[in-house]
Every structure is written in C-alpha cells, then in structure tokens.
C-alpha cells in the first residue's frame, strides 16, 4: 500500500459506511445473508455451549455466530481504541442485532426473487481498486486491515451487500425525498456569505506495510493507541511524537499536513477532524492506509470554490441521513411482521 506523502488525501476507503448501492466495511452497517464474512480472527471459546440465541421464523441464530459477526465488525482498530476497558456485551448486542437484520432482509430478497451475479462483485472490486489507484497487492492488503482474511471473504461479504443494496432501493431509496428548499437551508446554515470552513490539521500517521498479517495489523493500531494516550496526557508534545512515531512525510514536520475544507479527507478522518475542538487530540482513526491520531489547530472561514457542488455534496449528505433512517425504520417494520425471538445473550 502507498506508504509515502501525505497518506490524507487518497480518497475512498475500501468501503464506505452505510450508503446505497455499496458495500460497506464490518461493522458499519447490518449485513444481509446468512452468509458470514471470515472473521479477523479467533472463534467461540473452547468449551463454550453454542446455543440458540435467537431466531427469525425457522432460522435459528446461535451465539458462536454472534460472536464472530462481533469480531469481523470489530477490527484492528476498533480492537485497540475499545481495549481499555468495556464495550464487549454492547459489542455482542449489536452483532445481534445485525444478524437478525440479515435474515431479515435475506428473506425480503427472496420474496423479490433478486440475485448478484460473480460479474457485479467483479466491477464493485474493480471499482475499489481504481477509485484508489491500487494494485492487486494494495487491495489485499487493505482487504485485511478492515479484518477479513482473505480477498475471497471480502468478495462474500461485498455479494451480500450488494444484495441488501437491491432490496433497500426497492424498499426504501424509493422513499427518499430531498427538497431544493432543504438543501438551500443546509447551504445557508454552513456557508454563510458563500464561505467555506476550513481546519489547519495535523497528524501522527501510522501506515501499514504491504502484506501485512492480522497480527502485525494488530500491533500497529495498538501502538497508535499508545501515542494516541500519550498525546492526550502530555507526556510528549505531539511534535515531538510525529517526529518519533509518523510514517510519512509530515513527520519530520511534527505532523503538519496543512490546511483543508470538507470533500478533501476521507471520510473517517473528515468527520473526526471536523468535529474537534482546536488543540483535541482525537481518538485512533482508521483510513485505508493506516492508523491516525488528528490534531485541528485552528480554522478558518475562505471563499466558497464552487457554490453547486457544495450544493450536490449537501443533497447527497441530507439523501443519505434520509435513507439510514428509513433503513432503521424498515428493519423494525421487518421485525414487526415477521416470526423473531431473541434470548439473552
């Protein structure tokens, strides 16, 4: 993977968050077929009685299940940022919770008789690839930072959100409706006088080598999460940590990687960055080259670059809050009509 420059600004990740007509990383959204994606790594505890935990009309969901749903969506980083303590029953209840999601949805797909040929998993990797400019090496590799095992169990994974992508089109994207009026309230809202806001960041870059293993992946987030406490105690400066730690260029700059706006970072390290006071160090951030700790030092209004794709950026954001929304709605409307039991865990 690119391990030189400023590692920001390389665009997607391998998949974005819940969004139509894409897949998505474990973890950041339900998934929708009974098949699982290989988790990152271990399985249920020796000993421990596989029992039913839930079920969705004749399909049982055993807690063996729940756990490896758990540690698929749980990946190198969020591993590290959680490791202090808590988050394991919150954790097991949300895979729960995404199971049951899955079979119910799976169920809708059927009703509607829907399919996803090799051919569309083929373009949706082919498109990973040359939205980021990576090699097949790069796409392995960034395959198994988000903790799938190999390229097939991502190709699993990506069939049957691209499955889901079907059904919520029909069910739900059809309900999505955004006015002019909406969009150019937004608009008023964030850029006032036409301007635009942007931050002064920097950051401490820990990226991974290609051909890394789950357990080198492992070791890298965790690191990060200890320069991550030691920037937020003070120990050392976050200069002085940049300086020791970073891996690109911006090291030997204490971390400076300049100023930006929004549309410019991807979008982990965007919503972070945006949402730090100045001078907060943030959690451990994920992007698809690595690990990262943000620092905003300051920000600034500037002139607006160009007014209607700001606007099409707003349409997009607001279309998308519309429609995870809707999906929240419609997996309880599921849950409503259909036959689910679900034990304590």
């Given at each position: 993977m690119r391990s030189a420059g400023i590692v920001l600004a390389l665009g997607v990740l391998l998949a974005p968050g819940l969004s139509r007509g894409q897949a998505v990383a474990p973890g950041t959204a339900p998934a929708t077929s009974a098949a699982k994606a290989t988790p990152a790594a271990g399985t249920s505890p020796v000993g421990d009685f596989d029992r039913v935990v839930a079920s969705v009309g004749t399909e049982a969901i055993t807690l063996s299940e729940v756990r490896e749903r758990a540690k698929s969506a749980r990946n190198a980083v969020a591993e590290a940022v959680t490791s202090s303590g808590g988050g394991q029953g919150d954790s097991l209840k949300a895979a729960l919770d995404d199971l049951v999601a899955e079979r119910l949805v799976l169920a809708e797909a059927r009703k509607l008789n829907l399919d996803v040929p090799e051919s569309d998993v083929d373009k949706h990797v082919t498109g990973i690839k040359e939205q980021n400019g990576w090699s097949e090496e790069d796409f392995i590799s960034a395959v198994k930072m988000l903790g799938f095992n190999d390229v097939k169990a991502y190709r699993d994974h990506a069939r049957r959100e691209l499955l889901k992508s079907q059904v919520l089109r029909v069910k739900v994207g059809s309900k999505v409706r955004i006015t002019d009026r909406e969009v150019d309230e937004e608009f008023a809202?964030?850029?006032?006088?036409?301007?635009?806001?942007?931050?002064?960041?920097?950051?401490?870059?820990?990226?991974?080598?290609?051909?890394?293993?789950?357990?080198?992946?492992?070791?890298?987030?965790?690191?990060?999460?200890?320069?991550?406490?030691?920037?937020?105690?003070?120990?050392?400066?976050?200069?002085?940590?940049?300086?020791?730690?970073?891996?690109?260029?911006?090291?030997?700059?204490?971390?400076?990687?300049?100023?930006?706006?929004?549309?410019?970072?991807?979008?982990?390290?965007?919503?972070?960055?945006?949402?730090?006071?100045?001078?907060?160090?943030?959690?451990?951030?994920?992007?698809?080259?690595?690990?990262?700790?943000?620092?905003?030092?300051?920000?600034?209004?500037?002139?607006?670059?160009?007014?209607?794709?700001?606007?099409?950026?707003?349409?997009?954001?607001?279309?998308?809050?519309?429609?995870?929304?809707?999906?929240?709605?419609?997996?309880?409307?599921?849950?409503?009509?259909?036959?689910?039991?679900?034990?304590?865990?």
């Open positions: 809202r964030r850029h006032a006088g036409n301007t635009d806001e942007e931050v002064h960041l920097w950051h401490i870059a820990l990226l991974v080598p290609d051909n890394a293993s789950i357990e080198q992946i492992d070791v890298l987030a965790r690191k990060a999460r200890e320069i991550q406490a030691a920037a937020s105690a003070g120990t050392k400066t976050f200069e002085e940590l940049a300086k020791e730690f970073g891996m690109d260029g911006s090291a030997q700059r204490g971390g400076d990687v300049g100023w930006f706006t929004k549309g410019k970072l991807q979008a982990a390290l965007e919503n972070t960055a945006f949402a730090l006071r100045d001078n907060e160090i943030s959690p451990v951030v994920q992007s698809s080259v690595g690990f990262h700790v943000l620092r905003v030092t300051e920000r600034r209004r500037v002139p607006l670059a160009d007014v209607e794709e700001a606007k099409r950026r707003i349409k997009y954001e607001l279309s998308e809050a519309a429609f995870a929304r809707l999906y929240v709605e419609y997996v309880k409307e599921l849950k409503a009509s259909g036959r689910v039991i679900v034990r304590p865990l």
